[in-house]
T-cell receptor, first 109, second 114 residues
Framework: SQKIEQNSEALNIQEGKTATLTCNYTNYSPAYLQWYRQDPGRGPVFLLLIRENEKEKRKERLKVTFDTTLKQSLFHITASQPADSATYLCAGSNYQLIWGAGTKLIIKP | NAGVTQTPKFRVLKTGQSMTLLCAQDMNHEYMYWYRQDPGMGLRLIHYSVGEGTTAKGEVPDGYNVSRLKKQNFLLGLESAAPSQTSVYFC?????????????FGPGTRLTVL
């Protein structure tokens, strides 16, 4: 079945460092990948969308890559801050969005 | 703009009871969605709507019904609640297809079925 897989273990990063989250897809080839942020007790909030023909996309301190050979997207937060602590969700789509379970990111002061 | 709102925020039901979750959006979006989120799993689509008066099944529609009588509202009904329906329910909306467009989510409804 079509799957989006994200690391289920929390990622602990020191403040100021770059945090890198991984999203792998299997058994399909999404044309788009989206990244969302979810804080505890709240709904997801859209961050970035990248198309399969775009290798990289940036927004302020955020960067997303899309590697169709590795079937993977990487999500980077540079100069990380404690306020970046949240769960980050990846979703891939052709005609339907398939969601990953998310990776919890903890930025330590 | 309030964005996407959901009512209620919390609810506890007994097995076999029924209830309706209300979602409202003020962004004039065509597409609306109901998801459930369970621990360790990705969001799963229950039902969706591509416009007023239309509904369609998602990945996990069994045990749920929906209606979209007005463009701004999308209702999710549970006719006979079961413990397996204990979950957090999110409503979302998008201007165009959510596959390629930003989805805006509500704050969620935490439902417990005893």
């Amino acid at each position: 079945s079509q799957k989006i897989e994200q690391n289920s273990e929390a990622l602990n990063i020191q403040e100021g460092k770059t945090a890198t989250l991984t999203c792998n897809y299997t058994n399909y080839s999404p044309a788009y990948l989206q990244w969302y942020r979810q804080d505890p007790g709240r709904g997801p909030v859209f961050l970035l969308l990248i198309r399969e023909n775009e290798k990289e996309k940036r927004k302020e301190r955020l960067k997303v890559t899309f590697d169709t050979t590795l079937k993977q997207s990487l999500f980077h937060i540079t100069a990380s801050q404690p306020a970046d602590s949240a769960t980050y969700l990846c979703a891939g789509s052709n005609y339907q969005l398939i969601w990953g379970a998310g990776t919890k990111l903890i930025i330590k002061p | 703009n309030a964005g996407v709102t959901q009512t209620p925020k919390f609810r506890v039901l007994k097995t076999g009871q029924s209830m309706t979750l209300l979602c409202a959006q003020d962004m004039n979006h065509e597409y609306m969605y109901w998801y459930r989120q369970d621990p360790g799993m990705g969001l799963r689509l229950i039902h969706y709507s591509v416009g007023e008066g239309t509904t369609a099944k998602g990945e996990v529609p069994d045990g749920y019904n929906v209606s979209r009588l007005k463009k701004q509202n999308f209702l999710l009904g549970l006719e006979s609640a079961a413990p397996s329906q204990t979950s957090v329910y999110f409503c979302a909306s998008s201007l165009t297809s959510g596959s390629t467009d930003t989805q805006y989510f509500g704050p969620g409804t935490r439902l417990t079925v005893l």
